[in-house]
């Protein structure tokens, strides 16, 4: 079966250190997206992609990064980690380029920055 | 600023009774939404959606309703399972802004035996 899966699913890092958190969709989806959750705010979008080396910039983008050079991963890069990128991470993808279609999440990744 | 709201964090109900999740929504280029439903540890998985076009949209236990004049929709469940613990969002997106999502806070719905 088709699936999204994330790694690791819980990660502890120290502020300063560069941070990558793996996405891999078996979906052969071209959309595919990055949000953080946080208590009180839901789910925001961080990064996001249409396809192969397209990404673009979500509304909380600062000091994180993405690259696509394949189809099914998007690794999404904190470049320095601050402690206000302690949060609940996920990846999602879907078919079509639109909001309508829906978007299939992966289970997540906790990380603590200390 | 937080375009789609979900005003009550936490939804206490009975088995068996209805649960009605609200959402509200400020941008009135959105024209379709969407509610997905995430349990403990797991991502979000999608529920059911609306398009603008229509006031009302069902989908076995669950109906969502649309009032674009109020810029307002619900949730509504019946009956309450207690498999519908989980936390609900709200989603919505518009056209010419790449149709991405934007997400409401979430209400955490509890149904008690």
């Known amino acids: 079966d088709a699936e999204i899966t994330q790694s690791p699913r819980h990660k502890i890092t120290e502020t300063g250190r560069q941070v990558t958190l793996a996405c891999h969709q078996t979906?052969?989806?071209?959309?595919m997206f990055w949000y953080r959750q946080d208590l009180g705010h839901g789910l925001r979008l961080i990064h996001y992609?249409?396809?192969?080396?397209?990404?673009n910039k979500g509304e909380v983008s600062d000091g994180y990064s993405v690259s696509r050079s394949n189809t099914e991963d998007l690794p999404l890069t904190l470049e320095s980690a601050a402690s206000s990128q302690t949060s609940v991470y996920f990846c999602?993808?879907?078919?079509?380029?639109?909001?309508?279609?829906?978007?299939?999440f992966g289970p997540g990744t906790r990380l603590t920055v200390l | 600023d937080q375009q789609v709201k979900q005003n009550s964090p936490s939804l206490s109900v009975q088995e068996g009774r209805i649960s009605i999740l609200n959402c509200d929504y400020t941008?009135?280029?959105?024209?379709?939404f969407l509610w997905y439903k995430k349990y403990p540890a797991e991502g979000p998985t999608f529920l059911i959606s609306?398009?603008?076009?229509?006031d009302k949209n069902e989908d076995g236990r669950f109906t969502v309703f649309l009032n674009k004049s109020a810029k307002h929709l619900s949730l509504h469940i019946v009956p309450s399972q207690p498999g519908d613990s989980a936390v609900y969002f709200c989603?919505?997106?518009?056209?010419?802004?790449?149709?991405?999502?934007?997400f409401g806070a979430g209400t955490t719905v509890t149904v008690r035996a």
């Open positions: 609306i398009s603008s076009i229509k």
């Open positions: 999602a993808s879907s078919e079509l380029a639109g909001g309508t279609d829906t978007q299939y």
């Open positions: 989603a919505a997106s518009a056209p010419g802004a790449d149709y991405k999502l934007s």
């Open positions: 992609s249409y396809g192969v080396q397209d990404t």
């Open positions: 941008n009135s280029m959105f024209d379709y």
């Open positions: 979906w052969n989806h071209n959309n």
